[in-house]
């Protein structure tokens, strides 16, 4: 382990960051198809609601994956760096005394 933001991390960051900001998106973009004018009143308010609700929640879930981030910072820091011990006696591989 090079650091604590190791590959894996980072590719699941990376997805949890894109997941955070694309799916409220996809889901407003849903969502306000069913508000056209003349069908709903006011429509183009109900649409604003949605796309400030759509802003509220992103910036939620990447609140979520920041403090995920620093919780994995933590606990790195907390197990430090790793040390090598000196092998036991009769370890699988080792002449015996």
Same mark, same amino acid.
């Given at each position: 382990m090079n650091g604590w933001f190791t590959r894996s991390l980072q590719k699941r960051a990376a997805l949890a960051v894109a997941a955070s900001l694309a799916l409220p998106w996809l889901a407003g973009e849903f969502a306000k198809g069913f508000y056209q004018p003349g069908l709903a009143d006011d429509a183009v308010r109900r649409q604003m609601l949605i796309d400030f609700i759509v802003i509220g929640a992103s910036l939620f879930a990447?609140?979520?994956? *920041?403090?995920?981030?620093? !919780?994995?910072?933590?606990?790195?820091?907390?197990?430090?760096?790793?040390?090598? *011990?000196?092998?036991?006696? !009769?370890?699988?591989?080792?002449?015996p005394p």
């Open positions: 990447l609140t979520m994956v *920041a403090t995920w981030l620093i !919780g994995c910072w933590i606990t790195a820091v907390m197990k430090g760096p790793r040390r090598d *011990a000196d092998a036991f006696p !009769g370890a699988p591989g080792e002449p």
